[in-house]
């Protein structure tokens, strides 16, 4: 029998406290053309200040494509529990965070970030 997966719904987040679960953070901005390398900048080398030293973080990735005359960016955050992105981004674990020095390239950002549940995931080696 196959054990039913846990999946995240904004009414319902609860840690299992299994260890090979991973719930992703994503979050979606969009700058003008000409300043996405400048916001792109200050997303390296890490995305958000200090975040790779917070209990649970387990990785990131960002994304960038060109959207008519705007950039938009996608970050994903790795998070082993729920916990952790409390950690992030408080009580209120849906907000955005953005640091204030970076929101003068964004045009337009969402307000909540997004959480899934992370079912698979193939590397190579």
């Known amino acids: 029998m196959i054990e039913p997966k846990r999946f995240i719904s904004d009414e319902v987040l609860a840690d299992t ?31 958000l200040p200090g975040v790779s030293k917070m209990p649970g973080f387990a990785g990131s990735y960002l994304l ?17 529990s729920m916990e952790g992105i409390r950690t992030l981004a408080g009580k209120d674990y849906q907000r955005a965070v953005i640091p204030e020095e970076r929101k003068k390239y964004l045009v337009r950002f969402e307000e909540k970030a997004a959480h899934f549940d992370v079912v698979a995931s193939v590397k190579e080696d």
């Open 17 to 47: 406290g299994k260890e090979d679960e991973v719930i992703a953070r994503a979050w979606r901005g969009w700058t003008k053309a000409e300043d996405a390398d400048a916001y792109e900048a200050h997303l390296r080398p890490e995305l």
């Open 64 to 80: 960038r494509r060109v959207v008519g005359d705007e950039v938009e960016f996608m970050t994903i955050l790795l998070w082993e």
